[in-house]
Nanobody, 125 residues
Framework: VQLQASGGGLMQAGGSLRLSCAASGRTSGYYVMGWFRQAPGKEREFVTGINWSGSSTYYADSVKGRFTFSRDNAKNTVTLQMNSLKPEDTAVYYC???????????????????WGQGTQVTVSS
């Protein structure tokens, strides 16, 4: 599976941005999609993840209520809508995937087998 992330950019605090990630290649089958982010000098952290059907979505506490993650399996794309952005949301965001047919979504980077290139999100105060 190849993942191509798009979106991101520079936004003022309180604003909104949308990230998308398109999957190509071996997209048949059940796979979990997730977003991670990494700020300078910090470890990569889980942001959100969604199971193959979209019936189970997990969010990090830091983004709960502000970010919404969805998927369109017909188009092999996922979308992360980020509202009420804060300066602490500034990071490089990565989409990732692994195969699973369950409802549980992993929050650890090591579980994910496929990664897209990062996209920068910068939120100014």
């Amino acid at each position: 599976v190849q993942l191509q992330a798009s979106g991101g950019g520079l936004m003022q605090a309180g604003g909104s941005l949308r990230l998308s990630c398109a999957a190509s290649g071996r997209t048949s089958g059940y796979y979990v999609m997730g977003w991670f982010r990494q700020a300078p000098g910090k470890e990569r952290e889980f942001v959100t993840g969604i199971n193959w059907s979209g019936s189970s979505t997990y969010y990090a506490d830091s983004v709960k209520g502000r970010f919404t993650f969805s998927r369109d399996n017909a188009k092999n794309t996922v979308t992360l809508q980020m509202n009420s952005l804060k300066p602490e949301d500034t990071a490089v965001y990565y989409c990732a995937a692994y195969y699973s047919s369950g409802r549980v979504v992993a929050t650890t980077p090591g579980t994910y087998d496929y990664w897209g290139q990062g996209t920068q999100v910068t939120v100014s105060s």
